[in-house]
């Protein structure tokens, strides 16, 4: 039945960020289906509620239910009161979870308080297929809670000979490389993302609007723009995001927040009245002198900000520059079935950062999906071990 609590929790990937994706089922003593849900909007109801509402809805007991629930009832008071009290309330004989909550919050609290109650808990193995499904919808809150710091998603779109662009003889042309199957499948990965993160430079020369048009959605991600010396424009279209576009379904509003070493103080007025937030480094918890945004700190500081997942959209120099960081968990590449030739010079590659003097100093990615959308390929892999938290 956790399979069909990992059904329900698919449901909140797009809706639930800051909190984690979570679906639950309840199933009556005789094997029924009574009631099933997924984590709701910040602030809304989570998975088990959601189920626990749905039975009462349809006229079930959940007197002596077994629930599902892809991640350890919460215990504490929060947004919600504690979804542990309502399993409590609703008298079920039994528990089942797939993962432990990494929140020290809760941390194995859920399980103790729902044991004292004489509620039976069952945790599956970490290893079990069905607990490791569970975390990579929830692999983004697993790397705020455990590393203190989003997970970061570099998608590319390219052709087979890993060019992102033209080159100055073909004026930097990048639309479009991939197929409009290719773009819709990147603006899903984008909807479940927290926040999406780009360069200035990529906004000076696409002006980009860095929404989710081709998927509905009720929450559109955060904007993050690396700007060292605040020449974001401000008239940048992303700064008209509330408008509804295509068939985007946007309730609600997004935060744009935009990096810097700069202090021009008139520009960043100019761009907090637009509603940006414009964070200046170094900051009161560290000094860095050197003239580039210090993207360690910006990781840390977006966790902070209960940034989850970071989807990066931007040009090779910040693409390579975060690589060189060590920054980036996985990358979502999307191949054309193309050429477009030329020398480096001639066409704009996928990263830029200094060249390896050894092969043995390349940076292992494991590859965990291939697959085909539309015409293009869609490549998901992940750095060796990133995941191991």
């Known amino acids: 039945m956790i399979s069909f609590a990992l059904i329900e929790a698919k449901k909140a990937s797009f809706l639930s960020p800051p909190n984690p994706a979570v679906g639950c089922v309840l199933v009556s003593p005789e094997g029924k289906l009574i009631g099933q849900g997924h984590t709701q909007a910040v602030g809304g109801a989570h998975a088990e509620v959601m189920a626990l509402r749905e039975a009462v809805a349809n006229g079930e007991s959940t007197l002596g239910a077994t629930a599902y629930v892809t991640l350890e009832p919460c215990s504490h008071y929060g947004r919600t009161p504690p979804c542990c009290n309502a399993l409590i309330e609703a008298k079920v004989a039994k528990v089942v979870i797939a993962l432990l909550d990494p929140n020290p919050l809760v941390a194995g609290n859920g399980v103790e308080l729902l044991q004292k109650a004489g509620i039976e808990v069952e945790v ?31 998608k590319i779109a390219a052709s087979l000979d890993g060019k992102t662009a033209l080159g100055e003889l073909g004026h930097g042309q990048s639309k479009w490389i991939t197929s409009n199957e290719a773009r819709d499948d990147g603006h899903a990965w984008r909807a479940r993302a927290g926040a999406i993160l780009t360069g200035v430079g990529t906004v000076l020369a696409d ?85 580039k945004v210090d993207l360690a700190e910006m990781m840390q500081d977006l966790a902070k900000r209960e940034v989850n997942e970071l989807h990066v959209e931007a040009g090779a120099t910040l693409n390579g ?32 950062f200094a060249p390896l003097t050894n092969l043995t100093h390349a940076i292992p990615l494991n590859f965990i999906s291939v697959e085909k959308v539309g015409p293009d390929v869609c490549l998901l892999a992940r750095g060796t071990g990133r995941d191991a938290f």
């Open 124 to 154: 599956l193995p970490a290893n079990h297929p069905q607990a490791v499904a569970a975390k990579e919808l929830m692999i983004g809150f697993f790397s705020r809670m455990l590393r203190k710091t989003p997970w970061v998603r570099m």
């Open 207 to 291: 002006d980009p609007r860095l929404d989710v048009r081709a998927v509905a959605t009720q929450r559109q991600p955060d904007v993050v723009i690396v700007d060292s010396e605040l020449r974001t424009p401000v008239s940048a279209q992303l700064f008209t995001i509330n408008n509804i576009a295509n068939k985007a379904i946007n309730t609600l509003a997004r935060g744009i927040f935009i990096y810097t070493k700069s202090n021009d103080r008139v520009k960043r007025q100019a761009l907090e009245n637009l509603g940006a937030t414009v964070i200046v480094q170094p900051n009161i918890d560290s000094f860095d002198a050197s003239d």
């Open 321 to 352: 520059a975060l690589i060189s960081a060590g920054l980036v968990d996985e990358v979502l590449v999307y191949l054309a079935p193309k050429f477009l030739g030329g020398k480096d010079t001639n066409g704009r590659g996928m990263t830029d």
